[in-house]
């Protein structure tokens, strides 16, 4: 069974703090993707990762990729309230499909 | 700004009541998602059409779904009858097949049958 596992499920955290989101995956592929939602709001593309070794940043976010591994990282920098949010993570196949990661909530504390 | 919009955002209806949602992909794509989620399943794929053909839609109840896209710039996905399990939030996401394969998702609607 595919699988995308992303962890924790739950980040709660305080302002000026680093962090790492987990993201593992159980199948080939050498696209990945990192999406944010705001609640009741759409998701946002934040990044896209094509290759391995792949690191992609903006702003307090950087993503890497290692397809050996089967594992991306979502790496969050001196934490701002604005960060809080859920973010996903999917992986593509071979085909047009997604698999979408079950999310991580983070929250971040003044 | 290219966006991907869906109308209905939000729809009540009762039981039994056919729901037709619908979806402008950006123009320019060539592919269209249609997602939905909820708490416990999260994100689910229901339908993909590739330059208006439906390629997979093994994740819609095939009973009761059915998607089409009558145009380019037109998707829509009806549910009939509805039920109260069918209560989510319902995602078009559109992208360009053969490039990065990014998708881009639509604001959502969100339907709640009682």
Redesign the interface.
Same mark, same amino acid.
């Given at each position: 069974e595919l699988k995308v596992e992303q962890n924790p499920l739950f980040l709660s955290m305080q302002e000026g703090k680093n962090y790492t989101i987990y993201c593992n995956y159980s199948t080939t592929s050498d696209?990945l =993707?990192w =999406?944010r939602q705001d609640p009741g709001?759409?998701?946002?593309?934040l990044f896209?990762l094509?290759s391995n070794g792949a690191v992609k940043q903006e702003g307090r976010l950087m993503a890497s990729l290692d397809t050996k591994a089967r594992l991306s990282t979502l790496h969050i920098t001196a934490a701002v309230h604005d960060l809080s949010a859920t973010y996903?993570c999917a992986v593509?196949l071979a085909t047009?499909?997604?698999i979408?990661g079950?999310?991580t909530r983070l929250k971040v504390l003044a | 700004d290219a966006r991907v919009t869906q109308t209905p955002r939000h729809k009540v209806t009762e039981m039994g009541q056919e729901v037709t949602m619908r979806c402008q992909p950006i123009l320019g794509h060539n592919?269209v998602f249609w997602y939905r989620q909820t708490m416990m399943q999260? $994100?689910e $794929?229901l339908a993909?059409f590739?330059n208006r053909a439906p $390629?997979?839609d093994s994740g819609m109840p095939k009973d009761r779904f059915s998607a089409e896209m009558p145009d380019a710039t037109l998707a829509t996905l009806k549910i009939q009858p509805s039920e109260p399990r069918d209560s989510a939030v319902y995602?078009c996401?559109s992208g360009w097949?053969g490039g990065?394969?990014?998708?881009?998702?639509?604001?959502?609607t969100r339907l709640t049958v009682l």
């Amino acid at each position: 069974e595919l699988k995308v596992e992303q962890n924790p499920l739950f980040l709660s955290m305080q302002e000026g703090k680093n962090y790492t989101i987990y993201c593992n995956y159980s199948t080939t592929s050498d696209r990945l =993707y990192w =999406y944010r939602q705001d609640p009741g709001k759409s998701l946002e593309s934040l990044f896209v990762l094509l290759s391995n070794g792949a690191v992609k940043q903006e702003g307090r976010l950087m993503a890497s990729l290692d397809t050996k591994a089967r594992l991306s990282t979502l790496h969050i920098t001196a934490a701002v309230h604005d960060l809080s949010a859920t973010y996903f993570c999917a992986v593509a196949l071979a085909t047009y499909k997604y698999i979408f990661g079950t999310g991580t909530r983070l929250k971040v504390l003044a | 700004d290219a966006r991907v919009t869906q109308t209905p955002r939000h729809k009540v209806t009762e039981m039994g009541q056919e729901v037709t949602m619908r979806c402008q992909p950006i123009l320019g794509h060539n592919t269209v998602f249609w997602y939905r989620q909820t708490m416990m399943q999260g $994100l689910e $794929l229901l339908a993909y059409f590739r330059n208006r053909a439906p $390629l997979d839609d093994s994740g819609m109840p095939k009973d009761r779904f059915s998607a089409e896209m009558p145009d380019a710039t037109l998707a829509t996905l009806k549910i009939q009858p509805s039920e109260p399990r069918d209560s989510a939030v319902y995602f078009c996401a559109s992208g360009w097949w053969g490039g990065y394969n990014e998708q881009f998702f639509g604001p959502g609607t969100r339907l709640t049958v009682l």
